[in-house]
């Protein structure tokens, strides 16, 4: 069972390892997961990223086409501009040399200044592209030979009048030019329109491509990025539920799980701590663990502390820690230490059940007044307890791990090993002493006679047994003795009832044979004083009256003794005894003893108690008697006759009188038998009365003592409690 | 009928109890005839008429008998079990008149049938009188069965 439970722990604090190293070490799929998220994420970067190109060297081109247009826009503005001019020069000229009018010339002059400005802005226009350039060079030269022919005609207004002009104008010289230089400027239009047309269309091409590329790659990234967030979510998810999972088997754990610092801080337990040791987890984390160690511990618990902070990991290791109650209880620690984390992952086990079982059974073991030896299959010794070795003189380490022969007597430590095996084929309990004659060998070569029992058990899966010696040489010493002691007891017992039965016969011919020479004394003494009373003289009639009186004491000795000597061979016949009406019985029977005295006898109630009534009796008959005759000298004579209990439900009862008493110095041989501390002139007596009431109450187990004072009474008081004869 | 009536059975071996007994039986004037048996064997002849006592017969049997237990030859315990064992004596009252006040003896007469235990008192008044007492019940007072 112990075994198997540690074998569950043990997987159990693996699993938890396992769990442990999940949160620090990626897993397989984990790993590539994370690989595929990399190369996902920079795909989707490059696919933008190129994207992003694509979509810049579009527009930048746009923008060239654009400003390439604006440049041919402005040539053909400028153009337009140098055309009106060299228009307006010519019809200014024109103008002036009709009218003559200033205005005109200066409008004239201006044309000319616009031309100039134009040819100018074209000049730097098309400087870059060589055919328009070579364009504009004729064009301005035929311009130029255009303003020749203005300036003549102005010229000739200026000094030959309008006539002069007007033949200049009509020479017609100036036609073909204005033909050129039409043609020279549509030329270049038309050259400016071409490029501008090709320009446009360069950039639909542009734009379209560019437009494409820009959908396709923010689809591919959508398409991408969607596929990634599915993956990472579905990652997510596995890792709460693994997180769950772990968490439900920290928290459901029947073990103490903990995650501890190297800081000497608990950072979580679970919550079979709280269960176990009664503290809550915020209590358990906010102190060092050491708080909570048994001051015995605390050493060995830094040491093993220290184990675990190295990198070593630690299995087994026992400490004692305070439960909120104060009581302790036993953990044992299985710790991993994660030294990159700075922290330990720890199972720990309430393992004080089994401590105290390990205890228990260690006493035991140790303790069997028996010699005890748990021996495997293989006859190894296995467990050896103390007495085991002190019986065979050995150490117990000495006995461990080796052959049971070891301890077997020479002349038959070849044939053992059969014999183990002859038991180990169908094991059976056997019983201490069932093999008489074993003999066990001790460490320096003896023999000593032993009882051995045998008991099959199984134990780590394998099967052994359990052997008890009992070292039988004292018995068979005290066997021995107590056989002598015993005959001698029969002996002496014999010796017993042949006494006894001499006693027996001995008190019978007393009870016969002493009264008929009594008898004889009395009657005849009697018959002496009747018949021949005319010739005895006084003094011899006194003398035979003495012997009639101690013929009567005599007899009243004999009775006495041989009530006395029944007393001691009368069976004891117990019941409940009603005290209380026995003793007024008595008392009432007593009465010719003391009929006519001045005598107050006082009774209180009084319990019963258990006895033999009929020895009770005689015992109240003797003390009253005494009580009435101690009492016959004395005026106001009162007896108290009373009892008290002594707490334990057994009463004391007393008789008291204010008689003659006695001295307390001669109490000692009160109860004697024949002991009498009166004279015989005084108070007649046996000296065996008190004796008798004695001997009875010690039947019964009870004690009787008496307190007196000379002349002043006495009180005899006594119990029944204790054991008594049954 | 020659032969001697006999009235009481003393069977007594003590000559001075004996003596004792006699003079008490006389002074109060009880009976004259009485025969004595000195121990266990001369009682049982008188009573079963046998040996010296051959020529008696069993029907003539004494009024009573006082009997002492300790006796030479047949004990006084061994004459009562006998009497009392014979259909022809068993109604003989028995009086057991002796020193002894063992309660065994008490007991063992009782169960065989005795009819009466007296203890024989040391003192000669009492003595006395206590024969005084068996003469008159046993001759007087009871009535016994006609032979």
Redesign the interface.
């Known amino acids: 069972m112990e075994f198997l439970a540690t074998r569950a722990w043990l997987r159990s604090a693996a699993l938890f390892r396992l769990y442990a190293e999940h949160q620090t070490l990626p897993r397989g799929p984990v790993v590539h997961i994370d690989r595929a998220i990399a190369v996902g994420f920079s795909a989707t970067l490059l696919i933008l990223l190129v994207v992003g190109a694509v979509a810049f060297r579009g527009t930048s081109r746009l923008v060239d086409t654009a400003t390439a247009g604006e440049q041919n826009q402005k040539v053909l503005g400028a153009l337009e501009s140098e055309l009106m001019a060299v228009f307006d020069a010519v019809a200014y000229s024109r103008a002036y040399a009709l009218t003559g009018n200033a205005e005109y010339r200066q409008d004239y002059e201006a044309a000319l200044q616009g031309s100039a400005q134009s040819l100018s802005e074209l000049r730097v226009l098309v400087a870059e592209e060589s055919e328009q350039a070579s364009h504009l060079a004729q064009l301005e030269s035929s311009i130029a030979a255009r303003f020749a022919i203005c300036a003549e005609v102005v010229h000739a207004r200026e000094s030959d009048g309008a006539a002069k002009a007007a033949a200049v104008i009509g020479s017609g010289q100036g036609k073909p030019l204005m033909e050129d230089i039409r043609r020279i400027v549509a030329e270049m239009r038309q050259h400016e329109t071409a490029r501008l047309g090709e320009g446009r269309f360069a950039a639909i091409a542009i734009s379209r491509y560019t437009k494409s590329i820009i959908v396709i790659g923010c689809a591919a990234a959508a398409v991408l990025i969607l596929v990634f967030l599915i993956v990472i979510r579905r990652e997510i998810r596995q890792r709460e539920r693994a997180m769950a999972d772990r968490d439900l088997h920290f928290n459901s754990s029947l073990d103490m799980l903990c995650v501890a610092g190297f800081d000497g801080y608990f950072k979580q337990v679970n919550p079979s701590w709280t269960k176990t040791l009664g503290w809550s987890a915020e209590e358990l984390t906010s102190r060092p663990w050491l708080d909570f160690v048994h001051p015995d511990d605390v050493e060995a618990t830094v040491g093993a502390g220290n184990t675990v902070t190295s990198g070593t990991s630690l299995v087994t290791f026992e400490n004692r820690y305070r439960c909120k109650d104060g009581s302790y209880r036993w953990i044992s620690w299985t710790s991993q230490p994660m030294v990159e984390k700075q922290l330990i992952y720890a199972v720990a086990r309430d393992v004080t059940e089994r401590k105290r079982a390990d205890e228990r059974f260690q006493t035991l073991f140790e303790c069997a007044p028996n010699g005890l030896l748990l021996v495997d299959a293989s006859r190894r010794i296995l467990l050896a307890n103390v007495e085991l070795a002190r019986m065979f003189g050995y150490e117990q380490k000495e006995l461990l791990g080796q052959t049971v022969e070891l301890l077997v007597p020479d002349r038959i430590r070849a044939v053992h090993p059969s014999y183990v095996a002859g038991f180990m084929k169908a094991p059976k309990q056997r019983a201490m002493g069932a093999v008489p004659n074993l003999f066990g060998r001790k460490k320096d070569g003896s023999e000593i006679p032993l009882h051995v029992a045998l008991n099959p058990i199984e134990y780590e899966g394998g099967v052994g047994v359990l052997v008890a010696i009992a070292d039988v040489s004292e018995r068979k010493k005290t066997e021995d003795r107590l056989r002598s002691l015993n005959n001698e007891l029969e002996n002496k017992s014999a010796a017993l009832v042949a006494t006894n039965k001499e006693l027996e016969a001995f ?2 011919s007393v ?10 004394i ?6 002496l004083l009747e018949k021949f009373s005319d010739t005895i003289a006084p003094d011899a009639k006194r003398y035979l009256n003495i012997v ?1 009186e101690n ?2 004491l ?2 009243a000795l004999i ?1 006495d003794l ?1 009530a006395f000597s ?1 007393l001691s061979r009368q069976a004891m016949n117990k019941r409940t005894v009603p005290v209380d009406m026995q003793v007024r019985d008595i008392i009432e029977r007593l009465r010719p003893e003391y009929q006519g005295r001045d005598l107050k006898i006082q009774v209180d109630k009084l319990p019963p108690c258990e006895g033999d009534p009929d020895l009770l009796r005689q015992v109240w008959i003797n003390l009253l008697s005494n009580a009435i005759k101690y009492t016959r000298n004395r005026d106001n004579a009162t007896i108290h006759i009373g009892s008290s209990s002594n707490g334990n439900g057994h009463a004391t009862y007393f008789v008291k009188d204010n008689g003659a008493g006695f001295d307390m110095q001669y109490s000692d041989k009160l109860f004697g038998v024949f002991q009498r501390l009166h004279r015989q002139e005084d108070y007649e007596g046996t000296g065996i009365g008190l004796a008798t009431v004695q001997r009875i109450i010690q039947r019964h187990g009870g004690r009787i003592w008496a307190d007196a004072k000379m002349d002043e009474g006495a009180t005899f008081s006594f119990t029944l409690e204790g054991h008594s004869e049954s | 009928m020659n032969e001697r009536m006999v009235e009481i059975l003393l069977v007594e071996d ?1 000559p ?2 004996l003596e ?1 007994t006699m ?1 008490a039986l006389q002074e109060n004037r009880i009976a004259n005839r009485i025969e004595v048996a000195r121990d266990g064997a001369e009682a049982v002849d008188f009573i079963f008429c046998q040996g010296a006592h051959a020529g008696r017969s069993i029907r003539n049997g004494p009024r009573v008998i006082l009997l002492d ?2 006796l030479p030859k047949i004990d006084g315990i061994e004459v009562l079990r006998r009497v009392k064992a014979d259909e022809r004596t068993r109604r003989i009252p028995v009086v057991v008149l ?6 065994r003896d008490i007991v063992s007469t009782y169960d065989l049938g005795v009819n009466s235990y007296i203890v ?6 009492q ?1 006395s009188e206590s024969i005084k007492n068996i003469g008159l019940y046993w001759m007087l007072i009871n009535e016994p069965p006609t032979p």
């Open positions: 008190s019978y009870s016969h044979d002493l009264r008929a020479p009594l008898r004889a009395d009657g005849f003494s009697r018959v009639r013929t009567a005599m007899s009775d041989l029944r | 003590n001075s109890d004792l003079l237990l300790k002796t020193s002894s006040r063992e309660e024989k008192p040391v003192d000669w008044e003595f």
